[in-house]
């Protein structure tokens, strides 16, 4: 691994132009290899609740997120081997019950062809010109076209190969995510350590950001005590409890790509939970470590429930060797995920199980067959890095019940239950030099330096 590397200074709107002709390069060689003149891609469609005239929160789909920083519904994009920007499609009409869309900013707006439209069957009039030759992404089939060119697998497939690789706008993107939910998360820690609710917890975190619910690239999990145990924890308590612990997993998104970041806090610095932070807080920084171009995954997926079975037998909860607790899948009780997911405009990003731009998938391991990510990192990637520790009582109650129950120490057990369990989660970008930066670690330690 590189130990040298400069980071490109530049914003994210100064690296936008550059982001675009990558993109169209990209994207020119996946309609020539598909044999398609043209692409259009759709931000999506507001959906209605049932029986109700009330529209649910709208987000633009990822395949539109990866060009445009909007957040509209009925825009579209539009690719082809001709013209020197893309084309941006944006719906124009009367509306006294909303305020207008914002503009994209000229620094933007500069590097896309941008068309203002007053009804679709005005697309749909324009597209049927392509028939046959234009391939449609988006949820909705707008334009009536015929369903093979209708998100066709074989051009998602190649759109999902190519999204593996960041560009410097993507990285610069992230960045900016990880530094607008550091102080959210020290606010929201704050808040735990003054004994408020989970909802409190959340509620600190929004404002820290100045960010909507709505605007969260995912729902926030907070769980104070045994909620921690719970791994999507999204139902918030609004009651205060007496605090032992907090896991908070919550990010921030910039130009729809977002930050994924998980921490865990103990309330009483002393104690043996807090011991516990520390060692899978260690850990997580050697695995982070040993992330690079060309390693698997899932072997590393593996190198990191050895790490957590090694804290387990540190803390008296094993009584079997580490070696045996992953053999058995007695780990897997503990230590019920993943290492790690693909991060850019999808928290869970696309192509993480891809051998090539044709849709082979990367053989499934067969003892780890649900892991999100199989295939070999690759250079501008960006990964998460998450181990986790969890006393959780169905998976207790089943261990407790099967041939290895004699494995663990069932009395040191009781005492842990009640802080619910530990992950410590941080976004790294793997660059072609081989560096490993932790934009995660980066963005903490700014913070620090400000406080």
Not at 22 to 28: A, C, E, H, I, V
Not at 238 to 259: I, K, M, R, T, W
Request: net charge negative.
């Amino acid at each position: 691994m590189s130990s040298s590397f400069v980071q490109n200074s530049q914003t994210p709107e100064q690296l936008y132009g550059d982001h675009i002709q990558q993109k169209l390069s990209r994207f020119r060689t996946i309609l020539q290899s598909t044999n398609f003149d043209q692409l259009i891609i759709g931000s999506g469609s507001e959906k209605i609740q049932f029986q109700d005239d009330m529209a649910y929160p709208f987000k633009t789909n990822s395949y539109f997120r990866e060009w445009v920083p909007l957040n509209y519904a009925d825009y579209f994009l539009c690719i082809d081997a001709i013209n020197e920007k893309p084309k941006l499609y944006i719906r124009c009409k009367q509306d006294i019950w909303h305020s207008a869309p914002q503009k994209l900013p000229d620094t933007y707006a500069q590097h896309l062809e941008i068309i203002q439209y007053s009804a679709t069957e005005v697309l749909t009039k324009e597209f049927s010109k392509l028939a046959g030759r234009l391939v449609l992404i988006n949820e909705t089939n707008d334009f009536d076209l015929d369903t093979e060119v209708w998100n066709p697998s074989h051009v998602l497939n190649a759109i999902d190969f190519q999204r593996r690789s960041k560009t410097d706008y993507e990285h610069a993107c992230l960045r900016e995510a990880s530094r607008l939910a550091v102080p959210a998360h020290l606010a929201a820690r704050e808040a735990f350590m003054a004994g408020v609710s989970e909802l409190e917890v959340a509620s600190a975190y929004l404002k820290a950001c100045h960010c909507a619910e709505t605007e969260m690239p995912y729902a926030i999990i907070a769980g104070i005590n045994e909620n921690a145990a719970v791994l999507h924890h999204h139902q918030l308590n609004n009651q205060a409890v007496e605090p032992q612990s907090l896991l908070l997993d919550a990010g921030v998104q910039f130009n729809h790509y977002a930050s994924d970041i998980t921490r865990t806090h103990a309330y009483n610095s002393g104690s043996d939970f807090s011991a516990m932070i520390s060692a899978v807080d260690r850990s997580q920084q050697d695995l982070a470590s040993e992330a690079g171009i060309g390693k698997n995954p899932v072997h590393l997926h593996v190198q990191s429930q050895y790490a957590m079975a090694n804290i387990l037998k540190q803390f008296n909860i094993l009584k079997v060797s580490a070696e045996e607790a992953v053999e058995n899948k007695i780990i897997n009780t503990f230590y019920p995920h993943g290492l790690s997911h693909h991060l850019g405009c999808n928290v869970h990003d696309k192509g993480s199980r891809l051998a090539n731009a044709q849709g082979d998938q990367t053989p499934a391991s067969v003892k780890y067959p649900h892991l999100r990510a199989s295939a070999p990192m690759v250079e501008n990637q960006v990964h998460t890095v998450e181990p986790g520790l969890y006393f959780i009582p169905a998976l207790l109650d089943k261990l407790e019940s099967s041939q290895n129950k004699d494995s663990v120490n069932w009395e040191q057990i009781k005492h842990w239950k009640k802080y619910g369990g530990i992950r410590i989660e941080d976004n790294i970008i793997l660059h072609a030099n081989g560096y490993i930066e932790n934009v995660t670690r980066a963005a903490f330690n700014s913070a620090k330096k400000i406080l």
